[in-house]
């Protein structure tokens, strides 16, 4: 394993409890939870910040800048501004999406919430996704946090994984199945 890997995965953890822990004591995890998914869209819609946090050649200053305008912008709540902030001090912004989405992470299992992810071959419905929501909360007794995505690519079916479990119903898999079965043979 790399040095950097090695970062992401252990200290990226120990960063996002910290970020936690704070905002706990400021009462205002429900806001840095939220504020944090908004600019965990931001880097993945724009492409001009997501280049800018990876470049290794910007440098303190600028990125403080940078910052203190999306502050300024989203309204962010002060614990997350100078969170940020302490980031870009110590050159660790790099790590700011994995650290911001196990941030999201942890809040979500303090809450008791089991994440599952859902991947169908049509679109659904809200209605539809929730009532598979409430079915999953059900079968599994938890708290489900659902991820919804539509894959055209599935030909037909669902895919569903609640942690460790996964169920692939999708006629892509199922095609696939029978093409290991007639190699084999």
């Known amino acids: 394993m790399s040095k950097n890997n090695s970062f992401s995965v252990t200290t990226a953890g120990r960063y996002s409890l910290a970020l936690y822990e704070l905002s706990k004591e400021n009462n205002s995890v429900d806001e840095v ?24 050649t910007n440098s303190v200053n ?47 299992k303090k809450r008791g919430e089991v994440k599952a992810e859902l991947i169908s071959s049509k679109e659904l419905s809200g209605e539809q996704v929730s009532k598979i929501k409430d079915e999953l909360s059900q079968n599994f007794n938890a708290k489900i946090k659902l991820d919804y995505k539509y894959d055209k690519s599935l030909i037909g079916g669902l895919v569903i994984q609640v942690g460790s479990v996964m169920v692939d119903t999708s006629i892509k898999n199922k095609l696939q199945q029978i093409q290991n079965t007639m190699i084999e043979a």
């Open 62 to 108: 600028d990125l403080t800048n940078v910052i203190n305008k999306i502050t300024d912008s989203f309204k962010l709540n002060i614990l997350l501004s100078k969170f940020l902030g302490f980031l870009i001090s110590k050159r660790r912004f790099f790590y700011v999406k994995t650290i911001l989405q196990d941030f999201v992470d942890t809040c979500s």
């Open 33 to 56: 939870e939220n504020q944090s998914l908004s600019l965990l869209k931001l880097i993945d819609e724009s492409k001009d910040f997501n280049s800018l946090i990876k470049d290794p």
